[in-house]
C-alpha cells in the first residue's frame, strides 16, 4: 500500500492492550489470572433477572434512545443525588455510553482540538494514550511516585501551559489504587479555575474505596460547569461485559460528548440498561457489602503477596495491588510477567506499559483480586512457593 504504514501514525506503538495479552496468556498455560481486572463471580441475580425479563419483553432489543433508556438516566441522576447530594436534569445533563471506555473516548473526540495538551497522572489507564492520540490531543504525564502514589501539586500547577485543554483524572486510582484527598481534589479545582481548564473524571472505581472516601470533583466550587464526570456499572455491580457506562455534566458539556458519542456506537447494551437501571436502585447494604468482600480479599492477597516476599504498595481503592518485584533482583516488569505463568502459574500485568517516563514503573507489576478467596489463597501459595524462602 505504496509503502505506507496501514496504522495511522497517531496509533503508532498502541498494539495489542495488555490486557488482552495477559490474558491470552493465562488461558494458554492455565495460570490463574490475577492480570485483567475482571471478578470471577458475576453480580446479583435480581439484576441478572432483569436483563433477562428485558430482553423477553422486548425492552432495549431495538435501538435505544440516543442518550440512554429513561429509566437508566433516572437511575443515574438519582444514584449521583444519593451519594453526593448532586442534582442534574436526566434528560440533558446524562449521557449513557458503552461503558466508561466509550465515555472517555467520546470526551477526548469532542473537546480536544489536535495539539490541545491533556495533563494525566500516570500510570495510566491504557485506553488513556489512545483516547487521546486518536483526537490528536497531546499527552503530559505527571508520574505519581511510589510508595504512596500522591500527585505532586507544584509539578501540576507548573505542567499547565496555554496549549493545556483539559486534566484527565482518575481516582480511585488504576493501577496503584490511590485515591484523592478531599484537599487535593480542592487544590486541582482551583487550578482548573484559576487556569480555565476542563477536567474529565474516570470515577468507575467510585464505591471500592477502601480507605477515605470518594468524592467527585463535580461537586466542588467552580466545577459543575467544566467537569465531565465519567463512571461505568461495570465494576460496581461486577457486570464488565455489559459496558454500561456514563456521563454526567452541564448540558454544554453532554451535549459536545454525545455528538461524537453518537457516531461511535450512537447507542449500546439496549436491555443492560434497564438491568442497570435496577442494580443502581439497589439498597445501600448492598454497596457496602461489595466494598468489605473487596477489602477482605484485598487483605488476603496483600497479606500473600508480602509473604511470598513482593514490595507491596496496599492500594486504598479500587481491585488492583500494585507491587515491586526489585526484592527478587527483578529489573523488569513485563519480561517478569510474560516468565510468571510458568514459573508460578499466576498470570499479572507490568505497570511499566502504563508510563510515558521509561523507568518509572519499570519493576512494578499489578495483581487484581477481584476473585474468589480460593483463587487468590491458591495464587498466594504458588506465589510463596516460587518467591518465597
Ligand atoms: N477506566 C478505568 C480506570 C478502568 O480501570 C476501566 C476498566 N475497565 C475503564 C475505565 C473502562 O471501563 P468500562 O469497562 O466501563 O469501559
Ligand atoms: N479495566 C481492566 C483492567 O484494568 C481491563 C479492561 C480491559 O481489558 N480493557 O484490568
Known amino acids: 500500500m505504496n509503502g505506507r504504514p496501514l496504522l495511522n501514525r497517531r496509533l503508532e506503538g498502541l498494539g495489542t492492550t495488555i490486557f488482552a495479552e ?18 470471577d463471580t458475576d453480580g446479583p441475580e435480581s439484576v441478572r433477572e432483569a436483563a433477562v425479563r428485558a430482553l423477553r419483553d422486548g425492552r432495549g432489543n431495538q435501538y435505544p434512545p440516543g442518550a440512554g433508556v429513561p429509566e437508566l438516566r433516572a437511575a443515574i441522576a438519582e444514584h449521583q443525588r444519593r451519594f453526593y447530594g448532586l442534582e442534574f436534569d436526566p434528560d440533558t445533563e446524562v449521557l449513557v455510553t458503552a461503558g466508561a471506555t466509550e465515555a472517555i473516548a467520546a470526551a477526548m473526540l469532542a473537546l480536544l482540538e489536535p495539539g490541545d495538551e491533556v495533563i494525566a497522572f500516570e500510570p495510566f489507564y491504557d485506553s488513556y494514550a489512545a483516547s487521546i492520540a486518536m483526537a490528536g490531543g ?12 500522591r500527585p505532586d501539586l507544584d509539578a501540576l500547577r507548573a505542567a499547565v501551559t496555554p496549549r ?15 485515591v484523592l484527598t478531599r484537599d487535593e481534589l ?16 474516570d470515577e468507575v472505581y467510585e464505591h471500592l474505596v477502601f480507605d477515605g472516601e470518594h468524592t467527585p470533583l463535580i461537586s466542588l466550587p467552580g466545577m459543575r460547569d467544566r467537569t465531565v464526570s465519567i463512571s461505568s456499572a461495570g465494576k460496581t455491580f461486577s457486570f464488565t461485559g455489559w459496558k454500561v457506562g456514563w456521563v454526567t455534566g ?18 449500546a447494551s439496549g436491555p443492560f440498561q434497564y438491568a442497570i437501571a435496577e442494580a443502581l436502585a439497589l439498597p445501600d447494604p448492598y454497596y457496602a ?78 495483581f487484581a483480586f477481584c476473585k474468589q478467596h480460593a483463587v487468590l489463597t491458591e495464587a498466594a501459595s504458588r506465589l510463596r512457593k516460587a518467591f518465597g524462602g
Not at 466494598?291 to 484485598?298: G, N, P
Not at 509473604?307 to 504498595?313: L, R, S, T, W
Request: charged content about 20%; aromatic content about 8%.
Open 289 to 366: 457489602a461489595f466494598r468489605d468482600d473487596l477489602r477482605t480479599k484485598r487483605d488476603l492477597l496483600d497479606a500473600g503477596l508480602r509473604d511470598a516476599g513482593f514490595q507491596v504498595y496496599e492500594p486504598q481503592g479500587t481491585y488492583f495491588i500494585t507491587t515491586d518485584i526489585t526484592p527478587f533482583g527483578e529489573t523488569d516488569a513485563l519480561t517478569f510477567c510474560r516468565t510468571l505463568p510458568t514459573r508460578a502459574g499466576v498470570v499479572a500485568v507490568p505497570n511499566s506499559v502504563f508510563y510515558d517516563h521509561p523507568t518509572a514503573g519499570r519493576t512494578q507489576v499489578r
Open 250 to 267: 452541564s448540558p454544554e458539556l453532554v451535549a459536545a460528548v454525545r455528538t461524537t458519542k453518537q457516531f461511535l456506537t450512537y447507542v
Open 186 to 201: 480542592t487544590a486541582i479545582a482551583q487550578l482548573a479555575v484559576e487556569r480555565d481548564l476542563l477536567v474529565v473524571t
Open 164 to 178: 493545556t485543554r483539559l486534566l484527565l483524572l482518575n481516582s480511585p486510582h488504576n493501577p496503584t489504587g490511590m
Open 22 to 39: 495477559m490474558s491470552a496468556l493465562a488461558v494458554e498455560t492455565g495460570a490463574i489470572n490475577l492480570g485483567q481486572g475482571f471478578p
Open 138 to 149: 497531546v499527552r503530559v504525564p505527571l508520574t505519581l511516585r511510589a510508595p504512596d502514589f
